[in-house]
């Protein structure tokens, strides 16, 4: 199959899925879950060539319920093969709700800067003679020589 009948028929796909379909993987081998979450589609204009993306998120299917697992698979036309073995078996509501999980703050300088005003830095900065060093007409700075010879 051409790369245009591809893009045809994963755009044909995609055309037909909503956000919050929940897809059946009938291919048992792959990694991505026998249940997926269509949790976003995004419209792609590369060039004049029109497709989209899709985000999957993995599901399991336990007492009635779907629960999440942490697969995520980002769909593209470079997929086209796993097309046949995803079938659209019902529709959910979900929320995305983004966590962050660790965050990197220096605590002292956090502290140092909630506790001080943005006004006393500005009216100290303007009593500071501003410096001017000496450099060379390569540009690299002038070194004085030792006055005790």
Not at 87 to 114: D, M, Q, S, W
Request: glycine share 8%.
């Amino acid at each position: 199959m051409s790369s245009e009948g591809k893009i045809g028929t994963y755009n044909s796909f995609c055309k037909e899925l909503m956000e919050g379909n929940i897809l059946y993987n009938i291919d048992s081998t792959s990694q991505w879950g026998e249940y997926l979450l269509v949790a976003n589609i995004t419209p792609v204009e590369v060039g004049n060539i029109k497709t989209y993306t899709v985000l999957l998120i993995g599901l399991r299917k336990e007492d009635g319920k779907y629960i999440p697992l942490n697969t995520r698979v980002s769909l593209n036309p470079k997929y086209t093969e796993c097309i046949p073995f995803l079938k659209p078996i019902g529709y959910c509501r979900f929320t995305l709700l983004p966590t962050i999980e660790e965050v990197n703050v220096h605590t002292g300088l956090a502290a140092i800067y909630g506790s001080t005003d943005l006004h006393k830095y500005t009216t100290n900065l303007s009593i500071r003679k501003p410096r001017h060093g000496r450099y060379d007409k390569d540009g690299k700075p002038v070194l004085k020589k030792p006055g005790n010879k």
